[in-house]
């Protein structure tokens, strides 16, 4: 977007030490001269070497095949209103082990994608999920609340008050919020939902996040509190939620499905207080890494693929040890200034867990098999450790233990 910095994807590559040439990845070139993602050696971004056993969980051999690990750090979006076993998601999920899927109500070519009504559905989830009968799989949906609301009253759903109405109005009508909330996704089926915001409202007119009413406050004490009352209803009725966007898109100028958003100069580590005060009360599940650049944490690459901010600060620093997933890996910021092969090879050195492909703005059935593939490839030749993926898979399979 004018009078937003470009970042060169060059200069990523070399700060991110894999090397330019490196990640090219046809077969005639040669292997890369760093060491390798997952490696022992020191990681990129990361000055104290190795990162901390806490933060690497220890990930013992998985009788599970290497394909099937790499599947289940995948989640992936899809065309339909019903899955037939001849679908191209059914065979990623049943004979490729995919470990999840996001549901969206329409998208840039279809007005009507994977919702219709309540009994459609949950059919859908029904039949998604029993294409993997012996493990869990992941179903993911935004549900947030206001615009960004996928089971909407359009589709004949409850109306759900956006965040930044419902935040001002105290503990009781956000805990009715929440409950109301968590009663439709529970209704359906969604074990996931890519929610709280917990950016907080630094700056109103942001196109992402303030001008949509997507942040409870410009208070953190209010995110803090609000995100409390919702994650607390969400596992009331077993679902997992995930925080969202770390390490915070409250001060942005722009939508990262655009253009990479800069907050270098808006950001304050006061964004930083809702994961802080949420991990303290042992209340994270997953942790989305959003498509921002923060020249204060890291000047060389977004959040979503920088080492710097996923391993060094959310998990050295902040003490997290589950799962992080990536925000979307097909939108134009990452796929204009990365490619699709570099973008899957930073996220896995930045230290993400779940790989998200909404299949929104590009529409690609191949896209499990083409990724699986590509990591499957980086750890044949050594470029990824499998270790790595399984310390990943670690992750994953803590905060959802069926999905193994």
């Not at 949509?212 to 209803?233: H, M, N, Y």
């Not at 925080?243 to 270098?264: E, Q």
């Not at 890494?289 to 600060?313: C, E, K, W, Y």
Request: proline letters at 6%; a negative charge; charged letters at 20%.
């Amino acid at each position: 977007m004018p009078n937003e910095p470009q970042i060169s994807r060059r200069a990523v590559l070399q700060a991110a030490a894999l090397g330019a040439s490196g990640l090219v990845l046809e077969a005639c070139l040669p292997g890369p001269t760093t060491s390798p993602i997952g490696s022992t050696g020191t990681p990129s971004g990361a000055p104290g070497g190795s990162p901390s056993a806490s933060t690497e969980p220890s990930a013992t051999v998985s009788p599970i095949p290497i394909r099937q690990r790499i599947a289940r750090l995948l989640v992936v979006g899809f065309r339909g209103l019903r899955v037939e076993a001849t679908d191209w998601i059914a065979g990623n999920i049943a004979i490729d082990g995919l470990g999840g899927v996001i549901l969206f109500d329409k998208d840039r070519v279809q007005s009507t994608r994977n919702i219709r009504n309540q009994r459609q559905v949950t059919r859908l989830i029904s039949d998604l999920k029993a294409l993997a009968p012996a493990r869990e799989l992941i179903v993911a949906i935004d549900q947030e609340g206001g615009k960004v609301t996928r089971l909407s009253p359009a589709y004949g759903f409850p109306a759900l008050e956006s965040e930044a109405s419902i935040g001002p109005k105290g503990d009781a009508a956000v805990q009715a919020w929440a409950d109301g909330l968590t009663a439709t996704l529970a209704e359906v089926g969604v074990n996931l939902n890519l929610a709280p915001v917990v950016d907080i409202n630094v700056n109103p007119k942001n196109p992402a996040i303030g001008a949509l009413g997507r942040s409870f406050s410009a208070d953190p004490a209010v995110v803090s509190r609000d995100a409390e009352i919702e994650i607390q209803a969400h596992r009331d009725r077993a679902i997992k939620t995930a925080l969202k966007h770390f390490p915070g898109l409250g001060s942005a100028r722009a939508n990262t499905d655009f253009g990479v958003a800069d907050v270098t100069t808006t950001w304050t580590r006061q964004e930083l207080d809702p994961y802080m005060d949420l991990l303290g009360e042992g209340l994270v599940d997953v942790v989305m890494a959003a498509h921002v650049v923060n020249g204060q944490i890291d000047p060389s690459a977004p959040a979503s693929l920088s080492r710097g901010t996923v391993t060094d600060l959310l998990r050295d620093e902040l003490g997290w040890e589950g799962p992080v997933i990536t925000d979307d890996l097909q939108t134009g910021a990452i796929a204009d200034a990365f490619g699709a092969e570099d973008a899957v090879a930073l996220a896995l050195d930045a230290g993400d867990d779940l790989l998200l492909f909404a299949n929104q703005q590009v529409y690609d059935p191949d896209i499990v098999t083409r990724v699986v593939d590509l990591i499957e490839g980086f750890v044949t030749s050594g470029r990824i450790n499998e270790a790595r993926i399984d310390r990943s898979y670690a992750r994953v399979t803590g905060a959802f233990p069926d999905l193994a």
